[in-house]
């Protein structure tokens, strides 16, 4: 195979760097959403893929870059990204990155990645310390974290460590229909797919209600379903509290929630795959109150902690719980340090065998910006967020559709009488995306529309949270509010 030579991939990487480093000055000056339409991105493809190798990869690739991708993107790196969450890929876990694919390794045990698993479990432990999350989390005290791809996988892979724990013959036999799984209305979709995944079902899924007049899990309502059910027969095998919805940012109750469960042994996963780095910051360690009480937790490094795609934070209290559920071990990966126990072979922490060194850009991050680089800019965007929800209060025509979580605002225009107005609210977002400068995106609040605001992209600054409200304004005006 006709690889690049180390000295070409030198000359031709500089340019992509110099590339990327442009891409990224440009970026206030793009419309965050492209103009595109479906197939208008393959309409610029040949459908014939090369017989022969590019003479030129480095053009090619930037050419395709410059008249395709960047034209055709969503461009989430924009400071006026406001959308959905953020995915900060900050330069800083670039770098890491690269180092990452430079090396090329593949981490699936200790033996095939000796410095892959043990940097990430030094990073892990200081993680777990640096957002508080006790010593029982940390390798040194009997648990341990492990980088997962997404929040997502961090859930399954928890909801299989529940099911062995509950019933030790799950690796034999599997599910026999009576396990139960609980969550709210709000809770992220991930778990809904978990627990088909798992081969549960969604019959398994339990919604849990909300505490009155909150978006947040009733742990009283919690108690009385769990009571019914195991009464019913059923077997309560995972509760799943949010510490930060995706929809509002809402705020199970996980002490509440965790103390109910424990009655019952079913596993408790945290899942604060947004909210939860922002515990780094002492001012808002309460929300990890009762995580003492939980078996797993789960935050993204990919959303919320300026690490490039994809990297999630996964700690278990009990160091044995994932290999107990997952670990197979064919004669082929059979070594002396697998042996010894002296080591952890992360594939059995995750459904995958094979994994990348995550752990480089996670360093990467956490040395360049350094513990109090990155409390910092979560203030700042919890301030913005703040700033904006202020201007919202303060001006006739808008509301908070829900109170702010850290930096997330989520707002509706309503009518002279105060209510929701769905049509102007939608139409208020359209027109701010259209204009280019900011990207909303939309949840529903009590089945009304709500625009949601989540400030957080690296680069993202006061003047950004401006230009954004003087164009609600401007829209809220326009629809006659
Ligand atoms: C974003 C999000 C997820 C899914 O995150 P992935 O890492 O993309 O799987 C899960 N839960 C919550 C609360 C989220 O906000």
Redesign the pocket.
């Known amino acids: 195979m006709p690889d690049l030579e180390p000295d070409e991939f030198r000359r031709q990487g500089h340019q992509l760097v110099d590339w990327v480093a442009r891409y990224r000055t440009s970026l206030p000056s793009l419309h965050v959403r492209p103009k595109v339409v479906p197939g208008s991105v393959k309409a610029q493809l040949p459908r014939e893929l090369p017989e022969q190798p590019s003479q030129a990869l480095g053009d090619d690739l930037i050419a395709l870059l410059n008249d395709v991708v960047v034209p055709s993107s969503l461009h989430w790196q924009h400071p006026g990204f406001f959308g959905y ?1 953020p995915a900060n890929a900050s330069l800083l876990s670039l770098l890491g990155d690269i180092a990452s694919g430079g090396i090329g390794a593949q981490g699936m045990l200790w033996s095939t990645s000796p410095a892959g698993t043990e940097i990430e479990q030094v990073l892990l432990d200081g993680l777990a310390d640096a957002l508080g999350l006790g010593r029982e989390f940390t390798f040194a005290g009997g648990g341990g974290g492990s980088l997962q791809d ?3 996988s961090a859930s399954l892979a928890a909801l299989l460590a529940a099911l062995q724990r509950s019933n030790p013959d799950w690796r034999e036999h599997g599910v026999d229909g009576t396990e139960t799984v609980y969550v709210t209305a709000e809770t ?1 979709s ?1 778990l809904a797919k978990a627990v088909r995944v798992a081969g549960l079902g969604a019959r398994a899924l339990r919604i849990v209600p909300f505490t009155q007049g909150t978006l947040s899990m009733s742990a009283d309502a919690l108690a009385d379903m769990l009571a019914k059910d195991t009464a019913a027969g059923k077997r309560p095998v995972m509760v799943c509290p ?1 510490v ?3 929809g509002t940012g809402a705020i199970d109750p996980v002490r509440e929630v965790a103390l109910a469960a424990r009655t019952y042994e079913a596993w408790v996963h945290v ?1 604060a ?2 909210a939860g780095v922002a515990a780094l910051c002492p001012e808002f360690r309460w929300l990890l109150d009762g995580v003492n009480l939980v078996d797993s937790f789960c935050t ?1 490094a ?2 919320w902690f300026y690490t490039a795609f994809d990297a ?1 934070f996964m700690w278990v209290r009990d160091a044995r719980a994932l290999p107990t559920a997952l670990s197979i071990t064919p004669e082929y990966l059979r070594n002396a340090a697998t042996e010894s126990g002296e080591v952890i072979d992360y594939r059995d922490w995750q459904v995958p065998l094979g994994r990348r060194m995550r752990a480089l850009k996670i360093w990467s991050v956490v040395h360049g910006a350094g513990l109090e680089g990155l409390r910092e800019s979560i203030r700042g965007h919890v301030a913005m967020a703040n700033s904006l929800a202020g201007r919202i209060e303060s001006e006739s025509g808008f509301a908070l559709a829900t109170p702010p979580s850290l930096a997330l605002v989520c707002l509706y225009l309503v009518d002279q009488e105060g209510r929701p107005d769905d049509a102007a609210t939608k139409a208020a977002m359209e027109a701010v995306n259209a204009e280019g400068h900011s990207f909303l995106t939309h949840t529903s609040v009590n089945g009304h529309f709500a625009i949601r605001v989540a400030i957080g992209a690296t680069t993202t600054l006061p003047d950004h949270i401006d230009t954004l409200w003087d164009s609600l304004c401007k829209a809220a005006r326009q629809s006659g509010g």
């Open positions: 969450f997404s929040a997502s992220h991930s949010t930060g919805t995706t899942d795959a947004w993204d990919h959303k999630s």
